[in-house]
């Protein structure tokens, strides 16, 4: 079971048909992430002949390679290496991995394997000496070695590097205020790829040899060239654009010299943009083998063969508390509309990834799944049999150790809640509330992340 905390969920209910219901969207809970892990998602798509692996519909053979190397950075990158070193049928030369957990294996007693534990959502030390050691192999391997990347969310900060000898403390400044500045992700992994030597189609420029990337999505639209800002694929995004952005959030003056002196550079010409030409991609396969979308529809499904089920929206994006603000005037038309005597639970789902603009850079614990949570709770302001989880499925919701909420006609059950809720949301403090009044979803790292599932079960009159 992915959910650690199941005991303190079961004690917000007030009564047995409560008690069901929070056993029924724990249970839920369990299942998404089961469904998400990457041993699924690899085993549809990766199959092995006599003499060769196919992934998907493209076949590879061994005998084409004289070395195959294995690189893992994101999320998933631990649970993805065991995976494939259990199912692939010859071994790796080296193995490469960047993880946000500390290691579920010794591998750092293997010798042709190294791990890093590295830092997430900002880049620290673990990440540059990772990103190093990757970047000094790519550079020594020929054109008869074969690199397999494993790629999923996270991996943008997990495998980091300042490119053009910026000082680290000055690209850390940068990746902190893009983050806190409410900007959604392909825009802050727009900057990453121009100031980073790892991201935006970097890998491939330098190296000889031939790349497989399997990618988990954990953006909306599933843009390979946004996810784990798109180290093997061909780049697109300008210098030009990343000026906008920070004239957009009025980050022009709050930035280091050394960030606008790279800048300036490139706009005037003097530096590269990301690489984009397709020949140099020649080598490079991607294959996206699990995203958001196909989650929500497998969820959707399931929930489908005893109650009625819909997907809603596929692409959540915006502020968390303005859409958890939405969502609860879309639950309350849904219940004000519903037929007497029909079916018990009707469910709405949604997918996508929603931002939150701090108001402060205080001591606050919260993250965007919460922050909506608390956001629909504060809206629907009355006791009704509506209830929502907001999940994150990577298990981490922004600075707190919850992965997401879960609320209910229980949560705001009387005016000195209702205040304290109040307080938490004003100040992007939802963990919290979550925390002293209960709600908060406990699973650590899944070793997924196929971005949020909101889930909004109504209660119909019967």
């Known amino acids: 079971m992915f959910v650690k905390n199941r005991d303190a969920i079961f004690s917000l209910a007030r009564n047995a048909n409560e008690k069901s219901i929070l056993l029924f969207l724990t249970n839920k809970i369990d299942e998404i992430l089961s469904n998400a892990h990457p041993s699924k998602l690899l085993a549809t798509s990766i199959s092995f002949g006599e003499n060769s692996f196919k992934v998907q519909d493209t076949e590879f053979s061994f005998s084409s390679y004289n070395e195959i190397y294995l690189i893992a950075f994101g999320k998933a990158s631990q649970p993805m290496v065991e995976w494939m070193t259990e199912n692939f049928t010859i071994k790796f030369k080296h193995i490469i991995i960047s993880s946000p957990s500390k290691s579920i294996r010794e591998y750092n007693n293997e010798s042709f394997c190294s791990f890093y534990k590295a830092g997430h959502p900002k880049p620290d030390n673990q990440s540059l000496q990772a990103a190093e050691e990757v970047l000094n192999l790519l550079q020594s391997l020929k054109k008869e070695d074969l690199i397999i990347c494993l790629i999923s969310g996270g991996g943008s900060s997990l495998l980091d590097f300042p490119d053009f000898n910026i000082p680290f403390n000055d690209y850390l400044l940068l990746m902190e205020t893009m983050l806190s500045c409410?900007?959604?992700?392909?825009?802050?992994?727009?900057?990453?790829?121009?100031?980073?030597?790892?991201?935006?189609?970097?890998?491939?420029?330098?190296?000889?040899?031939?790349?497989?990337?399997?990618?988990?999505?954990?953006?909306?639209?599933?843009?390979?060239?946004?996810?784990?800002?798109?180290?093997?694929?061909?780049?697109?995004?300008?210098?030009?654009?990343?000026?906008?952005?920070?004239?957009?959030?009025?980050?022009?003056?709050?930035?280091?010299?050394?960030?606008?002196?790279?800048?300036?550079?490139?706009?005037?010409?003097?530096?590269?943009?990301?690489?984009?030409?397709?020949?140099?991609?020649?080598?490079?396969?991607?294959?996206?083998?699990?995203?958001?979308q196909q989650l929500l529809e497998r969820t959707k499904n399931g929930l489908n063969s005893a109650f009625t089920a819909s997907v809603v929206d596929y692409a959540l994006q915006g502020e968390a508390s303005v859409v958890g603000e939405n969502l609860a005037h879309f639950a309350l038309t849904k219940y004000s509309n519903r037929k007497k005597g029909s079916e018990q639970f009707l469910f709405f789902l949604f997918g996508g990834e929603?931002?939150?603009?701090?108001?402060?850079?205080?001591?606050?614990?919260?993250?965007?799944?919460?922050?909506?949570?608390?956001?629909?709770?504060?809206?629907?302001?009355?006791?009704?049999?509506?209830?929502?989880?907001?999940?994150?499925?990577?298990?981490?919701?922004?600075?707190?150790?919850?992965?997401?909420?879960?609320?209910?006609?229980?949560?705001?059950?009387?005016?000195?809640?209702?205040?304290?809720?109040?307080?938490?949301?004003?100040?992007?403090?939802?963990?919290?509330?979550?925390?002293?009044?209960?709600?908060?979803?406990?699973?650590?790292?899944?070793?997924?992340?196929?971005?949020?599932?909101?889930?909004?079960?109504?209660?119909?009159?019967?």
């Open 182 to 292: 409410g900007a959604p992700i392909h825009e802050i992994n727009t900057v990453r790829k121009h100031f980073s030597k790892t991201k935006g189609g970097k890998f491939c420029i330098n190296t000889r040899a031939s790349i497989v990337s399997l990618i988990i999505s954990d953006v909306i639209g599933n843009d390979i060239s946004t996810i784990a800002s798109g180290p093997t694929v061909p780049d697109k995004t300008t210098w030009k654009e990343c000026w906008k952005i920070f004239q957009k959030y009025g980050l022009i003056s709050t930035l280091p010299d050394s960030i606008l002196f790279v800048i300036n550079k490139g706009i005037n010409g003097t530096v590269p943009d990301t690489p984009s030409d397709p020949v140099l991609f020649s080598r490079v396969h991607n294959f996206m083998i699990g995203n958001n």
């Open 354 to 462: 929603t931002t939150v603009t701090l108001q402060s850079k205080s001591s606050s614990k919260g993250g965007r799944n919460q922050e909506l949570a608390l956001s629909f709770a504060l809206t629907i302001k009355k006791e009704v049999p509506v209830y929502l989880i907001a999940l994150g499925t990577d298990g981490i919701d922004g600075f707190s150790s919850a992965a997401g909420a879960i609320v209910g006609p229980f949560t705001l059950s009387n005016l000195q809640k209702r205040e304290k809720a109040l307080r938490c949301l004003e100040q992007n403090d939802s963990n919290r509330f979550f925390q002293l009044e209960r709600g908060e979803i406990l699973t650590g790292h899944t070793g997924t992340n196929l971005m949020d599932i909101i889930i909004i079960l109504i209660e119909q009159i019967m």
